[in-house]
């Protein structure tokens, strides 16, 4: 009677000691106040690009191949090109065949071919690049037509595949091949400790990724084509090989990053793939539609540069690939690169990652000097701003864990 029940072996106390001023302290950490603000400015970001891509899409010097007779031709390019705010770009060609090459080389995005035995012109449209830019240009033509007692027809020479909805599916598969690249090396982080961080073990990890892209490359091939038929299944082959080169780039720029800045090294990764690379990726919009920021970023970025390269090897046989496939070879080299000789660096670095000072022992341990008693016994404790269990994949767990919110309500787009 009058004295405290002594705690069981193993229980903590409901508040330390030092009440809860202690407690705040302990929870509160500078490193947990410094990564809440980080997550406010991701998410701030992330509001701010999408909605400043996508709020007001508007055509912007859209390439338009024009076809007239002798005389008509170059009056009706000018008209075009005059039109109030620019957004059209008109290229004369010969006839509707030169047209139709064109658009099937992606350089230009639509064409209107002028009919002088009718009083109907038709405008063709490549629904496969995307159904956005199709109808921006139709809604720019209908009122100039309007204008010149016309009429007008839209033909589609290049469409979508029956299972591609507004030609979205390049732009989701993309998406999804990279959400598994970047996770997939944050994860091997998280297993293993970023600030384990040696050569050779970057090196299994980069090996195992390149597994990994060459098993997703090939799932999403056959997953858009024989099983759903979203993209003509003939690309397969093609596919997976694409599929392979973008989760790689995507999960060895990761990697790279996370040698040089630990776990903030996946929030840079986050911040430049889903919130810039995913608005400005031509997915949700045509890059022509967007405003020039995103319209300049978009293909350096391996959102826009999978996009573009899904697209144009699965319905565009003429389109050019060097650009697309230069970007995303260049990030899956640098990644690789950049992860074995930062982590050779830095692992010959006194106190730098992978070594710990001898004789110490780990943050919020027992042996710990900030720590005192035993873990496990009734007043195990650490001080103030030493939490019990700082790990750093506690705090991995979390950015992956914003980094799957963000990849998903992208899909939204």
């Keep these: 009677m009058g004295t405290s029940e002594p705690h069981p072996p193993g229980a903590r106390p409901a508040t330390p000691p030092g009440g809860a001023a202690a407690e705040l302290r302990d929870a509160l950490t500078p490193r947990a106040v410094l990564l809440v603000l980080a997550v406010l400015a991701l998410h701030l970001a992330f509001v701010l690009s999408y909605a400043g891509a996508f709020h007001a899409p508007t055509p912007q010097r859209v390439p338009v191949a024009v076809v007239a007779p002798p005389g008509q031709a170059d009056q009706l390019a000018e008209q075009l090109d005059d039109l109030p705010g620019q957004p059209l770009r008109a290229h004369v060609v010969d006839d509707e065949a030169a047209a139709v090459a064109r658009l099937e080389r992606r350089e230009v995005d639509a064409a209107i071919v002028a009919n002088p035995d009718s009083d109907t012109d038709t405008v063709l449209v490549a629904s496969a690049a995307g159904a956005s830019v199709g109808e921006a240009v139709r ?56 600030h384990r961080a040696r050569p050779a073990r970057v090196g299994v990890r980069l090996a195992v990724l390149a597994g990994y892209a060459v098993l997703s490359g090939l799932g999403g091939a056959l997953i858009v084509g024989p099983v759903l038929d979203a993209l003509p299944s003939g690309n397969v082959l093609v596919l997976w090989w694409v599929g392979a ?114 004789g110490s022992a780990p943050p919020g341990t027992p042996g710990d000097r900030r720590c005192s008693g035993h873990r496990g016994a009734p007043h195990f404790r650490c001080e103030p701003g030493t939490s019990r269990n700082v790990t750093p994949n506690r705090f991995h767990a979390l950015i992956v864990a914003i980094a799957v919110t963000n990849a998903v309500s992208c899909s939204s787009s």
């Design 139 to 194: 809604g720019v033509l209908t009122p100039v037509q309007q204008e010149r007692g016309r009429q007008l027809q839209t033909r589609d020479v290049v469409p979508a595949a029956s299972g591609d909805a507004r030609g979205l599916t390049p732009f989701y598969l993309v998406i999804g091949w990279m959400l598994g690249g970047y996770l997939a090396s944050a994860i091997m982080g998280l297993a293993g400790g970023e």
């Design 245 to 358: 080169l973008v989760a790689f780039a995507s999960g060895a720029t990761t990697m790279a990053l996370q040698v040089l800045f630990g776990v903030v090294g996946v929030g840079v990764a986050i911040l430049a793939f889903v919130v810039l690379g995913n608005p400005s990726a031509g997915g949700a919009y045509d890059a022509s539609l967007l405003p020039p920021f995103w319209r300049a970023v978009g293909p350096w970025l391996p959102p826009g540069a999978g996009t573009t390269l899904v697209r144009d090897t699965a319905y565009f046989g003429d389109a050019p690939i060097a650009g697309p496939v230069g970007v995303l070879s260049g990030y899956a080299v640098l990644g690789v690169a950049v992860a074995l000789i930062a982590a050779a660096l830095l692992s010959r670095r006194p106190g730098g990652r992978g070594q710990r000072r001898r």
